[in-house]
């Protein structure tokens, strides 16, 4: 059983669009996040969500929202995708309620690749 | 600011034992990861230092100096299979992860 697993692996798309990235865990954790490596390879903390409640948002375009209708689950929506954005996107969750405090769990990533 | 400092790429021989140092500067310190991450796959989980001195695990150790903001990962009896980027990362004093940029390890036979 796939403990993090995300949907798109692959996704390519044209400058404008809209897209969407679905991640769930099966591990009962408390703490799911969304992180992005860019080509130098840098993981970026994008967003964190506790029991479905958001409690770290950095600095992202608007144009990022995630959405977790449960803690099992946590989906990031990308509207007027820009050429920027390209990169592996990463979800991950965590056990911990009052910030990070163990070990993580990443799902395969998402290719995103904006033409 | 936070920082985390590590070589972009190290090369080392099949067999032999290599030692990728980790820097760090951060507000505050609350244990330290290092991950391994084949390239086009996803990090998984080698260590966690939380007190100085060195935790080994199989062919892997990692070490750490607080006082110094220091630390490394130890690889023994190198495998081509150890050709990965490894990363360190930090939990500072707020328990936000902050993450190195990885080092780029390069096993030749």
């Known amino acids: 059983d796939t403990a993090v697993s995300q949907t798109p692996k692959y996704l390519v798309t044209q400058m404008g669009n809209d897209k969407s990235i679905k991640c769930e865990q099966n591990?009962?954790?408390?703490?799911m996040y969304w992180y992005k490596q860019d080509s130098k390879k840098f993981l970026k903390i994008m967003f964190s969500?506790?029991?479905?409640?958001?409690?770290i948002n950095e600095t992202v375009p608007n144009r990022f929202s995630p959405k977790s209708p449960d803690k099992a689950h946590l989906n990031l929506h990308i509207n007027s995708l820009e050429l920027g954005d390209s990169a592996v996107y990463f979800c991950?969750?965590?056990?911990?309620?009052?910030?990070?405090?163990?070990?993580?769990?990443f799902g395969e990533g998402s290719r995103l690749t904006v033409l | 600011g936070q920082n985390i400092d590590q070589p972009t790429e190290m090369t080392a021989t099949e067999g032999a034992i290599v030692q990728i140092n980790c820097t760090y500067q951060?507000?505050?310190?609350?244990?330290l990861f290092w991950y391994q991450q084949h390239a086009g796959e996803a990090p998984t989980f080698l260590s966690y230092?939380?007190l100085d001195g060195l935790e080994e695990k199989g062919r892997f150790s990692s070490f750490l100096s607080r006082s110094k903001g220091y630390s490394y990962l130890l690889l023994k009896e190198l495998q081509m299979k150890d050709s990965a980027s490894y990363l360190c990362?930090?939990?500072?004093?707020?328990?936000?992860?902050?993450w190195g940029a990885g080092t780029k390890l390069i096993i030749k036979p």
């Open positions: 991950a969750s965590s056990q911990g309620t009052s910030g990070f405090t163990g070990e993580l769990f």
């Open positions: 591990l009962g954790h408390d703490t």
């Open positions: 990362a930090v939990i500072d004093s707020n328990y936000q992860l902050i």
């Open positions: 230092n939380v």
């Open positions: 969500y506790n029991n479905k409640e958001l409690i």
């Open positions: 951060t507000s505050g310190f609350n244990g």
